[in-house]
């Protein structure tokens, strides 16, 4: 399988209809999300500053939508590093085999992911040691 | 095809890791969603007190998750009517042929909803009339 790489990553800008009842953000997904949600988690609450994920995936897709606040995303190839500021309302898409960390630039950030497998605990790459051997292992496969 | 019953409606709560990095909250979805989700969106930034909804479906099935603050979700079949307190973390799934209307209680009240298909105009029920009218034409078939 060909390693995922940085190049083809880019953000998608979701639909948002505000107005004085609030501002509502829709995400078709059976056109934007190449996969079957399987899952999604969110996190929220986060104090401004603080780091999150720095891992990565063998096998799970993820969509990262943004939903309030700024949350800047830096993923990594193990060898180039690549950092996108995710406002809200936007979306990236992060294929396996790539390692990301998400920072919580505002207080009201918080961020929604769609996966496209349960949870699995040894799906985690959990340093780039591991992100660079498991992607050296697919280039010679 | 049965109508959609109120007795049936009941809250899911979603599993959550609180820390002081922030909260996570987990939802299953081949688990606790009856229906692949072809589309998504989310409300927030509603003024507290706030109503939105009053609607129906004919054919979508919606998954609502009450993401932060309290949200009143008042559901009528036309003939009874039952109102859930949906606080932070808790989900319900509405099927089609019922009538909600949500209550944006809390400032900080934000929903996200996932649905069986994509954003069709001629889907919406608009008034209990015509639910009435849809519910009685399902009995009879």
Same mark, same amino acid.
Not at 16 to 31: N, S, Y
Not at 34 to 49: A, D
Not at 73 to 94: C, M, P, R, W, Y
């Given at each position: 399988?060909?390693?995922? /790489?940085?190049? =083809?990553?880019?953000? %998608?800008?979701?639909? %948002?209809?505000?107005?004085?009842?609030? %501002?509502? #953000?829709?995400?078709?997904?059976?056109? +934007?999300?190449?996969? #079957?949600?399987? @899952?999604?988690? $969110?996190?929220?609450?986060?104090?401004?500053?603080? #780091? @999150?994920? =720095?891992? *990565?995936? $063998? @096998? !799970?897709?993820?969509?990262?939508? !943004?939903? #309030? *606040?700024?949350?800047?995303?830096?993923? %990594?190839?193990?060898?180039? =590093?690549?950092?996108?500021?995710?406002?809200?309302?936007?979306?990236?898409?992060?294929?396996? *085999?790539? $390692?990301?960390?998400?920072?919580? /630039?505002?207080?009201?950030?918080? +961020?929604?992911?769609? !996966?496209?497998?349960?949870?699995?605990?040894?799906? $985690?790459?959990?340093?780039?040691?591991?992100?660079?051997?498991? @992607?050296?292992?697919?280039? =010679? /496969?």
């Amino acid at each position: 399988m060909p390693n995922a /790489t940085l190049g =083809s990553i880019e953000i %998608t800008p979701l639909p %948002t209809f505000p107005d004085p009842r609030g %501002t509502l #953000t829709v995400a078709e997904i059976a056109k +934007l999300v190449p996969f #079957t949600v399987q @899952r999604l988690f $969110y996190v929220q609450g986060v104090p401004e500053g603080i #780091t @999150r994920g =720095s891992h *990565g995936h $063998y @096998r !799970c897709r993820q969509f990262l939508i !943004c939903q #309030t *606040g700024i949350i800047s995303v830096e993923i %990594t190839d193990g060898i180039a =590093s690549k950092t996108f500021s995710l406002h809200a309302n936007q979306a990236i898409l992060i294929e396996p *085999g790539l $390692y990301a960390t998400e920072t919580y /630039t505002t207080p009201d950030a918080a +961020l929604l992911v769609l !996966c496209d497998r349960p949870f699995e605990a040894e799906d $985690y790459i959990k340093s780039i040691e591991e992100l660079v051997r498991f @992607r050296a292992a697919q280039a =010679s /496969t």
